[in-house]
């Protein structure tokens, strides 16, 4: 049974860091690209960043390029999201998503989603 | 502003079909898959499509997916209330060299 799990969120004033944490469980970890997704309140879903199974590639979307680094540790079995600099715009509820393909570097479809960890940013 | 459009808002009545589409690019739907997701604002999202037009295991068939040139479409038949939430289109986009989203149709059953 797959589960995907969120922890780090919280609530944070402006200029501030998160670490956002997904612990996977029930599959092969190192095998499956790891995204990152956010749900703004009132507004729809965002990419927020990609990494490769193997972590040697990542993306991460335009509004938060420099300031949130996606990381992996395929050990722990466990997906990052170091999140600095954060802004109002990035309250939202933040989830992890595993890719359906092993070893794909695009996506195939994000077949199992965590129930997400909400991050508010305010002063 | 989305890298792919799709209709805001979708409408039909309890059995009927509606289709929402889904305009992309030569980068992304043109060269890649898409996928697509069921939403309920709150909850976690749910792979509905996946490779334009391959359902997940446990996916009614009443769902079906299509793509043409550069452009897609999810398809719903015999419309319930429950599948009232937003749907979402995703692809790869080889320019930006990573994941792309629609942005999002909000399907209401009358």
């Known amino acids: 049974q797959v589960h995907l799990v969120e922890s780090g969120g919280g609530v944070v004033q402006p200029g501030g860091s998160l670490r956002l944490s997904c612990e996977a469980s029930?599959?092969?970890?190192?095998?499956?690209?790891m995204y990152w997704a956010r749900e703004a309140p009132g507004k729809g879903l965002q990419w927020v960043a990609f990494?490769?199974?193997?972590?040697?590639?990542?993306y991460h979307v335009e509004s938060v390029k420099g300031r949130f680094f996606i990381s992996r540790d395929n050990v722990k079995n466990t997906l990052y999201l170091q999140m600095n600099s954060l802004r109002v715009e990035d309250t939202g509820t933040y989830y992890c998503a595993k890719d359906l393909g092993a070893h794909y570097d695009i996506l195939t479809g994000n077949d199992y989603w965590g129930q997400g960890t909400r991050v508010t940013v305010s002063s | 502003q989305s890298v792919m459009t799709q209709p805001p808002s979708a409408s039909g009545t309890p059995g009927q079909r509606v289709t929402i589409s889904c305009s992309g690019g030569s980068s992304n739907i043109g060269i890649n898959y898409v996928h697509w997701y069921q939403h309920f604002p709150g909850k976690a999202p749910k792979l509905l499509i996946y490779r334009s037009k391959l359902r997940p295991s446990g996916v009614p068939d009443r769902f079906s997916g299509s793509k043409s040139g550069t452009s897609a479409s999810l398809g719903i038949s015999g419309l319930r209330s429950e599948d009232e939430a937003v749907y979402y289109c995703a692809a790869w986009d080889d320019s930006l060299r990573g994941p792309v989203l629609g942005g999002g149709t909000n399907l209401t059953v009358l």
């Open positions: 029930g599959f092969t970890f190192r095998s499956y690209g």
């Open positions: 990494i490769r199974y193997d972590g040697s590639n990542a």
